[in-house]
C-alpha cells in the first residue's frame, strides 16, 4: 500500500513534469516566432505571437493546479516538495517569457518597418540566440536534473548583459546621429530589453533547478554587468 | 475537534494576511523611497532601496513557505484553498513590485542628476503618484476582501497608461530637440516604463482579490492603452 502511493505520487510528478516540458517548449517557440516576426518585419507572425500567448497563460494556471492538488493530497516533503514548488515557479518565469514575446510581437507590428542599419539587426539576432539558446539549456537541465548544466546557464546571463550593454550603446549612436531614428530606435531598445529580460527568467529557471535538486540556494551574487 | 481544526486554519490564514499585508507595506515603502530618491537626485536613499529588497525576497520566501506548509496540512478547498493561493500569486506581485522599485533606484544613481526640465518631472511624479495609490487601493481592497475597490484599482490603471503615454511623447520631443539629452532621456524613460509595470501589479493583485472573494476571474479584456 504504501509502495502504492510512493508510485502514484511519482507519476503525478511525472505528469507535472511533462507539462513544464510541453509549456517551456511553447514559450520558447512563441520567442523564437516573436524573434522571426521582428527580424522579417512581419506582422501576421507578430500577431499569431499576441494571440496564442493566452494558450501559455492557460498551460500555467493549469500546473499551478495540478501542484496545489498535488501538495494537499499527498503532504509532501523535502525534495518531493521542493519539485511541486519549482513548477509553480518555473510556470510563474515561463508565462513571463512569453509576456515578453508578446511585447516584442506589439512593438514589431507598431514599428511597421525594421529596417534598421545592418550591424543592429546582427546585435538584435545575436542577443536573441544567445536568449533562445539559454532559454533551450535550461529546459533540458530541468527535464535532466542537471545541476551543472543549470550552473552553465546562470553563468551565461553575463554574456547576454554584455552583448545588450553593446546594443544598447550602438542605439545611442544611432539615435545621436539623427533624431529621426530616435522612436524606432527606442521600440527596438525596449526589444532588447525584453529578449535580456528573458535571459533573466532563464536564469531565475536555473536557480530553481539548482534548488530544486540540491536544496540549496546559488550563493554567489549574479555575476551581472546590467545593473540598470 | 472539528471546530478546533476550522478555528486553526483561520488563524494560519489570518497570519498569512498579515504577513502579506506587512510585505505590502515594505514593498510600498520601497518604492516610494526609490522615487523620492529620483525627484531629489539621493543616490543615498537609492543606495538604501537597493539592499533593502533583499528583505522583501525573504518575506516572499516566508509567505511561500507558510502558504504551502497550509495546503499540506490543512487541504483547503473552494474559497479557502484560493485564499492561500491568492497569498502566493500576490507575494510574487510585491516582489515584483519592490525590484522595479530597486531598477529605478539604480538608474537614479546611473543617471546622477535629476535635472530635468521641470514639466517632465512633474509629469513623472504624477504617474508615480498614480502608481502608489493603486498600490495603497489594493492593498486595502485585498485587506478587507472588498471585490468593488479592487474593480475600482483594475479601472484605473488606464489613467496610469495614458500618463506614462504622454510622458513618453513629451520624452521623445527633448531627445530629438537636443541629442545630448537622449542618454539621460533614457534611463528616465526605463524610470518611467518602471512605474508603469507596478501599475500592472497593481491590477494582478486586483485581479487575484477578484478571483479571491468570487472565484469568477475578471472577465473583460483589461482597458489598456498602452500596448507596447
Known sequence: MAQHIVTSFDEDLKELNSAIGAMGGYAEELFGNAITALLHSDPDMAQEVISKDRIVDAMQRDIEERAVLLI??????????RETMAAIRISG???RVA?????IA???IAMESTAFRQTLMVGVEHLAQL????????LDAYALRDTAAAAEVWKNDSEIDAVYTSLFRELLTYMME???NISRCIHLLFCAKNIERIGDHATNIAETVHYMVTGQQIEEERASSTRV
Open 106 to 108: 506589439r512593438r514589431t
Open 178 to 180: 539623427d533624431p529621426r
Open 93 to 95: 518565469d515561463l508565462e
Open 72 to 81: 494537499a493530497r499527498r503532504q509532501p516533503v523535502a525534495q518531493d516538495l
Open 131 to 138: 536568449g533562445l539558446q539559454q532559454m533551450k539549456q535550461v
Open 99 to 103: 509576456d515578453l514575446g508578446k511585447n
